[in-house]
């Protein structure tokens, strides 16, 4: 019997990407049920804004549960250096909701504007930050800012790991519950024409599977799943910082877009599993 070199070699990189990614997810499980002195810490801390030397709308970059801004040091130094003026939030879910986390955005990007003296934003959010962006999106002055609205691994259909913790998590129980699937916030995107929405999802997210990260299809909505990706490492991701760099760069342009319901972001990122379901 032949050996398909090529094949193993595939089934290792795979088996190496999901070991990966489940040590990172064990990983950020324990931070999460520890996370409650840092979360008290990162409350209020967020980044200074870096400004870049491109006539752009800055751009704010919102993580996820249990997370802070250091999550985004490689995307904010990517997007810097590309001559974009960018901001890290830093913000508490403990005993929140996302109602509250997105009114909280929309004063964090109240300041941002008045600071960088602009009328609009770009915003690229990470996770749960996705959840609370198209919250804001529909129920705050987000509205009228945001112009283009780049989520990763945000569980848009919800996620069934949220089952895995209790509703009476310390902290956390309330916010996680509301990410159940079936208990989403699903936006309707015919009323934001426009926003330029991307949804990002990692092949290998074992936290938010890559079906649960997609947006409901619309003409502004372009869903993408990018291959030997988990759910940690969507902020600093090759592929990604490229997809989020070309749709900042096209909202630049003025031009309207709209786009074929999943189509991917080009030819390199196209494979066979690189739809959403």
């Known amino acids: 019997m032949r050996l398909d070199v090529g094949s193993v070699n595939r089934s290792v990189r795979r088996a190496g990407s999901v070991m990966i990614e489940a040590r990172s997810g064990a990983s950020a499980a324990a931070k999460l049920l520890r996370g409650q002195r840092r979360e008290r810490r990162a409350a209020g801390r967020s980044g200074e804004v870096r400004r870049g030397n491109l006539p752009q709308p800055p751009v704010m970059l919102v993580h996820g549960l249990g997370a802070d801004r250091s999550c985004f040091s490689v995307m904010e130094e990517y997007l810097h250096d590309a001559g974009y003026t960018v901001y890290s939030v830093s913000y508490s879910c403990l005993g929140s909701d996302i109602h509250a986390c997105a009114r909280n955005l929309e004063r964090e990007a109240a300041w941002l504007l008045e600071h960088t003296e602009s009328e609009s934003l770009h915003v690229v959010a990470h996770s749960l930050g996705g959840v609370v962006l198209r919250c804001a999106s ?70 938010v599977p890559p079906r649960y990260a997609c947006l409901p299809r619309a003409d502004n909505v372009r869903n993408v799943v990018v291959p030997r ?49």
């Not at 129980?173 to 015919?190: A, E």
């Not at 877009?257 to 189509?263: F, G, I, N, R, W």
């Open 138 to 207: 529909m129920h705050t002055r987000m509205r009228d800012w945001l112009t283009v609205g780049i989520t990763l691994g945000s569980p848009h259909l919800g996620t069934p790991t949220a089952h895995l913790a209790p509703a009476g998590l310390p902290g956390f129980g309330r916010i996680v519950s509301q990410l159940r699937p079936g208990v989403h916030l699903m936006t309707d995107f015919d009323d934001l024409p426009g926003v330029r929405w991307v949804a990002i999802a990692g092949a290998s997210d074992l936290v």
């Open 229 to 277: 990706c988990g759910h940690l490492t969507l902020t600093h991701h090759r592929q990604c910082l490229d997809i989020i760099l070309e749709e900042l760069e096209a909202a630049g342009e003025m031009a309207p877009t709209t786009y074929a319901a999943d189509e991917p972001a080009t030819s390199v990122f196209s494979h066979p599993g690189s739809q959403c379901a």
